[in-house]
């Protein structure tokens, strides 16, 4: 596998490019994302005592069903179920590798965390989000899985529709996330400007004004997260990796 070395302002691009998708079958899309949503918490909800070992082991192949109904919006074709599930029929041990590769990387990353933290997961109480010792807290759990969400950024794409091995798929997906370290840092942040801080500001601006105001407000900026930004960035990541991998001049694109 190749893959190109993008300028900074691609990952802009992404999100931009996402939006336009999004907008070619809002319906398709916002389905597929909430559905995908909806199937994680009802893993983990209903689950409890074997949701977080079947999350890991089921993701990529969920993620990869959902990026199919990306990729039919993208192609323009039928949206049938042979399409959505492309590059899974046939390749259900690839995928199954990756799931547990995936299980494997979030035992480790887990135990890093408990080990660094002194074996207490303290960091997570959601009660002291004011603290600064939890915002401190959060920014090295973030650091600490950088490594894990590069390496599976683009591996669910790689191991169902290129056909790579789900160890390669991880290790394509690392290397392609380093060399283009710049466009998803550009990504990263037109996504944190668009779901933090315009949010943000509305929310504060909303605040000058009566109760009700801010309520309707929060509500529908919730919406909008839910229904508009989820799928788009779905959409995104999809754009991300055909802009990597398979660029539109590529036969495959």
């Known amino acids: 596998m190749q893959a190109r070395c993008l300028p900074a302002r691609r990952g802009a691009f992404w999100l931009v490019a996402g939006l336009h998708l999004f907008r070619r079958n809002p319906p398709l899309l916002t389905a597929a994302t909430l559905t995908y949503l909806l199937l994680v918490q009802m893993i983990v909800g209903l689950l409890p005592g074997v949701g977080p070992f079947l999350l890991p082991l089921a993701l990529p192949t969920m993620i990869l069903i959902v990026a199919n109904g990306v990729r039919v919006v993208d192609r323009g074709g039928p949206m049938l179920p ?7 029929r046939g390749n259900g041990v690839t995928m199954l ?13 887990v135990s890093l965390i408990m080990l660094l933290e002194g074996g207490g997961m303290k960091f997570v109480d ?35 529709w290129d056909g790579v091995p789900a160890a ?75 802009d990597v991998f398979h660029p539109p001049t590529d036969e495959h694109a």
Request: charged fraction near 10%; proline fraction near 5%.
């Open 168 to 242: 390669k798929a991880l290790f394509f997906s690392f290397v392609a996330a380093i060399r283009n370290w710049r466009a998803l840092l550009s990504y990263m942040a037109a996504v944190v400007l668009v779901s933090v801080a315009l949010p943000g500001l509305l929310i504060i601006l909303a605040g000058l004004m009566p109760e009700f105001v801010v309520q309707v407000v929060q509500v529908v900026i919730r919406m909008l997260m839910l229904f508009v930004l989820a799928p788009v960035l779905t959409a995104s990541l999809y754009i991300g990796y055909r």
């Open 97 to 109: 590798r990756l799931g547990g590769l995936h299980l494997l990387g979030a035992f480790v990353f």
């Open 82 to 88: 042979a399409a959505l599930l492309h590059g899974v």
């Open 126 to 160: 959601i009660e002291k989000a004011d603290d600064p010792e939890f915002i401190w807290s959060l920014l090295r759990l973030f650091v600490m899985a950088i490594p894990f969400l590069l390496a599976f950024l683009f591996a669910p794409y790689l191991a169902g």
